[in-house]
Nanobody, 131 residues
Framework: QVQLVESGGASVQAGGSLRLSCAAS????????MGWFRQAPGKEREGVAA??????????YYGDSVKGRFTISQDSPKNTLSLTASSLQPEDTAMYYC???????????????????????WGQGTQVTVS
């Protein structure tokens, strides 16, 4: 399994922006379904954004609450997955996790990652607090 380490979480004021990074130990350009997920205290883990990182991948998925404000991207040479979060609101406060699992592009989605949470790799999380 690939090892993942998130960074970039911070405390920001409402309306601010952050860029979260997920450094992977392996080659993320080789057919991974990767994404960002978040979990607030007392709430279930939810999908924020996901994408297929293999050759030819193009579909990107966003949760309804972050569409138009968050952008997911990969930097294959650096084996890094990023999440740029803009117009942050207090309801975006949560621990943000990076996840990666081997999957065909046709199966890749936030739902697939959550359903297969035992089989995919997860980072330790990075805290985002918006006030």
């Amino acid at each position: 399994q690939v090892q993942l380490v998130e960074s970039g979480g911070a405390s920001v004021q409402a309306g601010g922006s952050l860029r979260l990074s997920c450094a992977a130990s392996g080659n993320i350009a080789s057919s991974y379904c990767m994404g960002w997920f978040r979990q607030a205290p007392g709430k279930e883990r939810e999908g924020v954004a996901a994408m297929y990182t293999g050759f030819g991948g193009g579909n990107i998925y966003y949760g309804d609450s972050v569409k138009g404000r968050f952008t997911i991207s990969q930097d294959s040479p650096k084996n890094t997955l990023s999440l740029t979060a803009s117009s942050l609101q207090p309801e975006d406060t949560a621990m943000y996790y990076c996840a990666a699992g081997k999957a065909a592009e046709s199966k890749c989605s936030m739902g697939w990652v959550l359903r297969n949470w035992r089989e995919v790799s997860w980072g330790q999380g990075t805290q985002v607090t918006v006030s």
